[in-house]
């Protein structure tokens, strides 16, 4: 795991992740951006998660007790080219 972080996070976005355009109205204005979501009950699977987010740089943030969100546009971009697109 540690030596290809990558591949790891590729395999739980894959299984229990999601990249969705985030719909969001500010100041009365609507618009989206790209957001990875990523839900697991374990909180050592969502642990692990987080460290090989950590060891690849890609900040993140825990948006509900059982999901942790990648939210930044730098930080998307750099997990996409980790996780890819589901097939």
Known sequence: ??????DFL????????????NPVRR?????SYPRHLFTNRSAD???LCGWALDLLGIAWRMNRPDSLSV???????????????KS
Request: proline share 5%.
């Open 71 to 85: 939210a930044r546009r730098v930080a998307v971009a750099a997990l996409d080219r980790h996780v890819g697109p």
């Open 10 to 21: 590729r395999g739980l976005f894959h299984s229990d992740g999601c990249r969705i355009d």
């Open 45 to 47: 699977i969502l642990g």
């Open 27 to 31: 100041a009365g204005r609507d618009y």
């Open 1 to 6: 795991m540690a030596a290809q972080p990558g």
